[in-house]
Nanobody, 123 residues
Framework: QVQLVESGGGLVQAGGSLRLSCAAS????????MGWFRQAPGKEREFVAAVTGSGGDTYYADSVKGRFTISRDNAKNTGYLQMNSLKPEDTAVYYC????????????????WGQGTQVTVSS
């Protein structure tokens, strides 16, 4: 079992930055790919970014590529999502998740989820 707790959400103006954190309970955290997803009101939960267990490979949705950076610190059992140049369309609840699957951009392949943190970007 892996328990995940997100933090770092909030209200920011367009063009600003936020850093989300995801604290994991499992000592085996490094064996899981960690992903970030987001869900805006009335929309499906969508993939944002993922980083493999070693941190060696990262994946991004086209909509955030070049603005968001995913990383992890396995010694601290914590993952991060640095979000720069935020836009109003980035407003959503952001979830971190963990998977052992190779299909790291597919929501249904993630077994463990956090409770989410709200990010609101004002124009």
């Amino acid at each position: 079992q892996v328990q995940l707790v997100e933090s770092g959400g909030g209200l920011v103006q367009a063009g600003g930055s936020l850093r989300l954190s995801c604290a994991a309970s499992a000592r085996t955290f490094s064996s899981y790919t960690m992903g970030w997803f987001r869900q805006a009101p009335g929309k499906e939960r969508e993939f944002v970014a993922a980083v493999t267990g070693s941190g060696g490979d990262t994946y991004y949705a086209d909509s955030v590529k070049g603005r968001f950076t995913i990383s992890r610190d396995n010694a601290k059992n914590t993952g991060y999502l640095q979000m720069n140049s935020l836009k109003p369309e980035d407003t959503a609840v952001y979830y971190c998740a963990a998977t052992s699957s190779l299909f790291v951009t597919v929501r249904s392949h993630y077994n463990y989820w956090g409770q989410g943190t709200q990010v609101t970007v004002s124009s």
